[in-house]
Nanobody, 126 residues
Framework: QVQLVESGGGLVQPGGSLRLSCAAS????????IGWFRRAPGKEREGVSC????????YYADSVTGRFTISRDNAKNTVYLQMNNLKPEDTAVYYCASMRYYFCSNYGSQVRYHYWGQGTQVTVVS
């Protein structure tokens, strides 16, 4: 059974950090670019970051550049999103997704993904 499971969300104060994990089962992440998305209350889901499978190239939305870092551990079949200096506007449900392709081209386009996790809640409040 193909599955992506996110973990690591929680409640944190502004300026704090969290590390999200995206663990895959039933298939190998090796041959897929992996993206992180988020859906904030009242907003549409948006692409946050992506890591390619070919060369590990990484991509970030402007709103998180310099604060978030995406990485992958193919041996563990897991992708991570390290989130530092969190802000209240980062509050959202975070999803990981496996792209049909090796590269992160147009990673914000949700139709390019074939598997999605169930999401993990991140809440940033004082």
């Amino acid at each position: 059974q193909v599955q992506l499971v996110e973990s690591g969300g929680g409640l944190v104060q502004p300026g704090g950090s969290l590390r999200l994990s995206c663990a895959a089962s039933g298939f190998s992440l090796d041959n897929h670019a992996i993206g992180w998305f988020r859906r904030a209350p009242g907003k549409e889901r948006e692409g946050v970051s992506c890591i390619s499978s070919s060369d590990g190239s990484t991509y970030y939305a402007d709103s998180v550049t310099g604060r978030f870092t995406i990485s992958r551990d193919n041996a563990k079949n897991t992708v991570y999103l390290q989130m530092n200096n969190l802000k209240p506007e980062d509050t959202a449900v975070y999803y990981c997704a496996s792209m049909r392709y090796y590269f992160c081209s147009n990673y914000g386009s949700q139709v390019r993904y074939h598997y999605w996790g169930q999401g993990t809640q991140v809440t940033v409040v004082s």
